[in-house]
């Protein structure tokens, strides 16, 4: 069972908005530390979405946003695209396992 | 352009130790930890571990028992071993670059993957 709660799956249509969430705890985002989502295509490495909980790399569109809030952070996909379709995962600091933590990924489905 | 290149055994026996190396193209390893994540077929990312240049270790406490991981900062390169290994290893490993502030920071610069299957 993974430190990050996020769920299994989302779906949304072509061009809908949907959103990620990411669950922790009061030492992990609780604590302050940031989050990190990372976008996996199938059969590739993990992909850098979103660092610092609200951060685009450079080359990362602007329908990704990221943000923070208490122990949970989430990620917003907006204008949704058949590009899109992904598992997501999120990461950030656990002070309580001295590591960093994902979670468990959730599957986007462009329908 | 920095990028990473990982090499390594793709089949182990249950017990044996796994190696994997991961060479860092285009940077001397300064300023930067160094990271192993691996992910079991059909599931998600672990952290297994990081080191820096003067080789400071932090690893995952579900595996630190069985884990080193060693940088040789002549070759630019830095290894993952991991002891004793059982079919619930059977992964694909990635090495990863962290950036950013201590505990902070993320994963931007990642391996190509191994595929490490452990079977009888």
């Known amino acids: 069972q993974s430190v990050l709660t996020q769920p299994p799956s989302v779906s949304g249509a072509p061009g809908q908005r949907v959103t990620i969430s990411c669950t922790g705890t009061?030492?992990?985002?609780?604590?302050?530390?940031?989050v990190q989502w990372y976008q996996q295509l199938p059969g590739t490495a993990p992909k850098l979405l979103i660092y610092?909980?609200?951060n685009r790399p450079s080359g990362v569109p602007d329908r990704f946003s990221g943000s923070k809030s208490a122990t949970s952070a989430s990620l917003a996909i907006t204008g949704l695209q058949a590009e899109d379709e992904a598992d997501y995962y999120c990461?950030?600091?656990?002070?309580?396992?001295?590591?960093?933590?994902f979670g468990a990924g959730t599957k986007v489905t462009v329908l | 352009q920095v990028h990473l290149q990982q090499w390594g055994a793709g089949l182990l026996k249950p017990a044996e130790t796994l190696t994997l190396t991961c060479a860092v193209n285009?940077?001397?390893?300064?300023?930067?930890?160094w990271n192993w994540i691996r992910q079991p077929p059909g599931k998600g990312l672990e952290w297994i571990g990081d080191?820096?240049?003067?080789?400071?270790?932090n690893y995952n406490p579900s595996l630190k028992s069985r884990v080193t991981i060693s940088v040789d900062t002549s070759k630019t390169q830095f290894s993952l071993k991991l002891s004793s290994v059982t079919a619930a290893d059977t992964a694909v490993y990635y090495c990863?670059?962290?950036?950013?502030?201590?505990?902070?920071?993320?994963?931007?610069?990642w391996g190509q993957g191994s595929l490490v299957t452990v079977s009888s």
């Open positions: 009061s030492s992990n985002i609780g604590a302050g530390y940031d």
């Open positions: 285009g940077d001397s390893l300064s300023s930067y930890y």
């Open positions: 610092g909980n609200r």
């Open positions: 990863a670059r962290s950036e950013g502030l201590r505990f902070f920071d993320w994963l931007y610069l």
């Open positions: 080191i820096n240049r003067d080789g400071s270790t």
């Open positions: 990461q950030s600091y656990d002070s309580s396992l001295s590591g960093y933590v």
